[in-house]
């Protein structure tokens, strides 16, 4: 009877925490004893199937998968691995292929190192075996968990590649340093962003200016990702899409915080991703140096939170998510009055509209009055800060601080005072204690002197922190003038309004309810709050 052939598939895996082993568990280890296996035994090697970083637990692996899709050929009838693990970790699925499949297809299976042998025979311990690698796998996983979770909580972030903007840092594992060379990229989105443009918008001028994409300048660096860019047209390069800019646009590494687990696998089994609630994410803050003011992070997070909506007709309402209520503080609903004769849109109040006018009042306001009126602000602004910056400088600033005057000097004199009072103190009680000690003066004036000096310490200390808090809020409303200013100085001639415009000019716009006088008129207060600044007359 003629013997069958062995048409041998040597199969190798390696998984990310097999690399803890060195190289008794490497590719090329496996692919030695393998190797060595069937030239003493005379077997017939058709391929080799590598699945490199890959866990035994996942039988969706692209070598496995190809190994199998030649078993149903036809093409392989033995399958050699260097043991069973390397195979698979998952006793169920495990059974599945020793006991059925392969019995099935008439394949033999053989486990070099622990010396099974399907057409010999497997052993009783097998199961068992199988059992164990999983649960092997199972307490691998939970500890890598454990370790990672400690390595996140003490700010270290572990990663293939750093994020535009940034790079590995030279000296520290684990850990983030700015990259001067790619930080304006993110500046510009910001930028962008800050002046009222959406992610759309922010894509199109990226890819209009010709700058390049994350992947590219990987490519480039370090040879990554050439199957993409290797030999393609220079367009792919800058071929930016709006959910890159999305994605930087609501990152956090920006502001110097790391977020961990915005996702996770379903089980140590399932390697499906899948996306955790904001509540199991962990954020640890200041683990690096920022790109982005967070005071800007938030701005822009405000801006995209407002962004305008199509409506049903399909048109664009760019005022969408700045007109509130002034009573209830509900969005004001935009709707369009159709008449005989004209139509026209107007806004209302959505508290009234939902709840009744036991909640709140209609609160109407017609979309042109709006409109005239918000138009007819910002182009006095704009007009004040191209004729006379350094004065609207000031009056920006006098109505952040209605005390104005020399307050800010004040405080830092003051502050300088108190400082100095407290190194004196320090001073006094040194010596205080060292005289005590050399029972230069008795118990009774140790204590007496110490309390009052301890006291008045305290009363320093509480003093000078509120005093730094009120100089840097002053610092803050400063600069946040400043970029107002800067921003507003883009727009030097409005003739008319648009989305991006008032989302990069305007908080919200407040809407009081309107008075009917006698005589027929009506008198409505709107009041316009701008970023970073807030409401000025």
Known sequence: MKQQINNTALYLRLSRDDENYGDSVSIETQRTILRQFVKENGLHVVDEYVDDGWSGTNFERPAFKRMIEDVESGRVNCIITKDLFRFGREHIMMGYY?????VDKNVRYIAVSEGEDTEKG????????????EWFAKDTSRKIKTSMNAKFRVGERTFAYAPIGYKKHPDIKNKLAVDDETKWIIEKIYAYALLGHGAAKVTQMLREEKIPTP??????????????YAKAPEEKSYAWTIAQVKSILKDETYIGNTVHYRQTNVSYKNKRKVRNDQSEWLRIQDTHEPIISKEDFETVQQMIAARRRKMKSATTQMFAGLVKCADCGWALGFAVHRGVNASFGHFHCSGYSQNGKNFCSNHYIRYDTLYAY?????????????????KLLKRLLAESDKEAGNIHKKQENELKRAEKRKRELDSLFSRLYEDYVAEHITDYNFNMLSEKYQTEQ?????????????LTAVKNNETNAEKWLAIIKKYNDITELTAPLLNAMIEKIVVHQAVKHDDGTREQEVEIYYRFIGKID
């Open 98 to 102: 020793l006991e059925f499949y392969f």
């Open 122 to 133: 497997l052993s009783d311990f097998v199961p068992f075996k199988n059992l164990f690698n």
């Open 215 to 228: 992947g590219y300048l990987n490519y480039k660096r370090y040879g990554t990702f050439a199957n993409i």
């Open 374 to 390: 918000a138009l007819s602000r910002l182009q006095y602004w704009s007009k004040q800060a191209q004729t006379d910056e350094e």
């Open 458 to 470: 305290a009363e320093l200390e509480e003093k000078i922190s509120d005093l730094k808090q009120k």
